[in-house]
Every structure is written in C-alpha cells, then in structure tokens.
C-alpha cells in the first residue's frame, strides 16, 4: 500500500517538485543481530528494486547526482560487523541496476566520535554519518532535557564532525528532534517522555527551536542538510505536522500517559503550524541581500517545502519479499 502510494501518487504529483524524496532502509527488519550467516543477498535484492523503481525519478532526491539512500542502525550492523558486507551489497545493486553511485547516509552517531583520527570503518564504508536517534543520544533524559544535555550532545556532535572533516571522504549531518515518547507503542519498556519543552516553565517547541540552534554550524558546507525526526510519527511523538484543537479551546492535551498506571505524564499544546514555523524561522540565514537555506531532511512524508522527505523502506512488511508493493512505510 505504501509502496504503491509513493510511486504512483506522492512522486509524480504536481505539487512535488520543489521537494525531493529520499528512502531510509530499515536494516533490523532483515539481519537478525549476532547472526552473520544471516546476510546473503537480500540486501543486494532490495536495493535492486529500489533502485529500478526510485533512483531514475527526477523527484528522488540526489547528491551529487548520486541517489541518497539512509540507513537505519548501521551503528548495530558495524558492531556485529556486518555492516561492510551490507553496504557493499547495496552499492553493487545500485551499480548493476541503471549504474548508480549509491550515496549511503548512515544512522552511525551515538555517544562519542572515534578519537584523535584513528581509523574507524564506517567513514570508509559510508558517505555520510547522522545522529538519528536524539533521544538515545541525549542519553534518556527524563520529562525535560535541559540545556546541559543539549550542550553535552551538541560538544559530541561537534567532535563527530570534526572526525568526518578529518577522514575528509564522509559528512557528518546533524539531526534533531522535537520531542519523544514511545510510551504508547513500548509501555513495558518505562521509558520516560521527553517534553517538547527544554524545561518545564520554558515555551512549547523550545527543544526543537534550541536544537536547531545549536546544530546550524554543524552542517556540512557542501550540502547544508540538517536531518528532522520526523513528520509524522505521532506513536513515538516525533511529529511536526499541524495540528488543530477539536471540542477545547486550545487547552494542553496529555499525550504520554498510556495503561493502567498513568505515571510520567506530559502535557502539550494545540500548537498548529508552530513547528513548521519554528523550522523555516530557524533555517533561514539573514546573508544580507539574500537569505541563505539550511535544506532540512525530514523523515516520513514530503509535505513541506524546502525539503527532502524520507519515506521508510521496511521489507518485514512485505513479507520478506524483496518485489512486494508493500515495503514503503510513510
């Protein structure tokens, strides 16, 4: 279903261009962890129609002219060390199936950066290096985040660049987050939520409008891409997209108190467009005469412009049938 949508309504839409699509590969839905008899060739199969089906798109999104494709938990396939076997099978898909020069995004950045340039892997086997999960990376931080995490986080994402900019084959992109809560989807985990706001007396969308703030200068000079978890992904309250408030006058709504005991519950507001809002004021550069981008990536839908959408590519989905139409999740 998603599959289809993308192909045969969101891409050849006539409102899309101006926005570019990109797809993050799910890689845990594929490889069972610690096994690396578990890689064959399915990598290699699904890139294949990925790439028959996505990369000749004029809407899909490249990098110098090179299809961008970001993949999910590479930090995990390095560590059971897989992750060489699974990019080279990628890369030669892409190659053998319309002659692509696959450029790998990888979801790499978590903790601290390799030190001191010493040699580390994954700057040799990708092109690119994010910090996708902002929660895990602010290490958990219960209810509110604050600015000593946020500093923290920033320091460490700065020495990540630094190490691309030193290795000097791969970039490092910054993501960030509004907030997040996987309270409704893994309730048996207790993880706490992160509120939106920085602090408990600061502003709706503080988080979010700090974040940006602080990753501004760690984007890459070349391609200016800033990475926004997500669009959409309301069961792990992600989201930017609008909202409206129905039956109450804008009143904060508890969106993190799920089952039987409601404990660490956080309210929120009606917020409308102030995401967007805060996106487009915050990626803007006043250059004088002219005002200079800063090209936010956000992942799950392409409803917003300037930008490059990331659906994500499950194959669980399809049944682990590598032709399925029903590996696309937006």
């Known amino acids: 279903m998603e599959d289809r949508t993308l192909k045969n309504v969101i891409l050849p839409h006539k409102d899309l261009p101006g926005t570019r699509i990109a797809l993050l590969y799910e890689t845990n839905a594929r490889v069972k962890r610690g096994l690396k008899h578990n890689i064959t060739d399915v990598f290699y199969q699904d890139v294949e129609y990925i790439a028959n089906t996505y990369f000749d798109n004029?809407?899909?999104y490249r990098i110098d002219d090179r299809p961008v494709m970001f993949v999910y938990l590479t930090r995990v396939l390095h560590r059971e060390g897989t992750l060489?076997?699974?990019t080279s099978q990628m890369r030669q898909a892409a190659m053998d199936n319309g002659a692509h020069d696959l450029y790998i995004i990888g979801d790499q950045v978590m903790s601290s950066a390799p030190s001191n340039g010493r040699a580390?892997?994954?700057?040799?086997?990708?092109?690119?290096?994010?910090?996708?999960?902002?929660?895990?990376?602010?290490?958990?931080?219960s209810g509110y985040a604050g600015m000593n995490?946020?500093?923290?986080?920033?320091?460490?994402?700065?020495?990540?660049?630094?190490?691309?900019?030193?290795?000097?084959?791969?970039?490092?992109?910054?993501?960030?987050?509004?907030?997040?809560n996987d309270r409704g989807v893994r309730y048996e985990k207790n993880h706490p939520a992160l509120s939106r706001k920085l602090c408990e007396t600061c502003e709706e969308g503080s988080l979010f409008r700090t974040s940006i703030?602080?990753?501004?200068?760690?984007?890459?000079?070349?391609?200016?891409?800033?990475?926004v978890n997500s669009w959409n992904e309301w069961h792990e309250d992600t989201q930017i997209e609008p909202t409206i408030s129905i039956g109450q006058t804008?009143?904060?709504m508890n969106m993190t108190c799920y089952g039987n005991l409601c404990s660490k519950a956080l309210t929120y507001d009606a917020y409308a467009t102030l995401y967007l809002d805060i996106l487009k004021e915050e990626t803007t550069i006043d250059r004088g005469k002219e005002n200079e981008f800063i090209w936010?990536?956000?992942?799950?839908?392409?409803?917003?412009?300037?930008?490059?959408?990331?659906?994500?590519?499950?194959?669980?989905?399809?049944?682990?049938?590598?032709?399925?139409?029903?590996?696309l999740s937006i």
């Open 250 to 252: 804008n009143q904060p």
């Open 84 to 86: 060489d076997m699974v």
């Open 296 to 327: 936010p990536v956000i992942t799950n839908s392409p409803s917003y412009t300037p930008t490059t959408s990331i659906p994500t590519y499950s194959p669980s989905r399809a049944n682990n049938t590598t032709n399925s139409n029903d590996g």
């Open 213 to 227: 703030q602080k990753s501004l200068d760690l984007t890459d000079e070349s391609n200016r891409l800033m990475m």
């Open 149 to 180: 995490r946020l500093n923290n986080l920033a320091e460490r994402n700065r020495q990540w660049r630094e190490e691309t900019q030193r290795h000097g084959d791969c970039s490092f992109i910054p993501a960030v987050s509004p907030g997040y």
């Open 58 to 60: 004029p809407n899909y």
């Open 120 to 141: 580390y892997e994954p700057f040799d086997l990708l092109d690119a290096v994010t910090n996708y999960d902002i929660y895990g990376n602010l290490r958990r931080p």
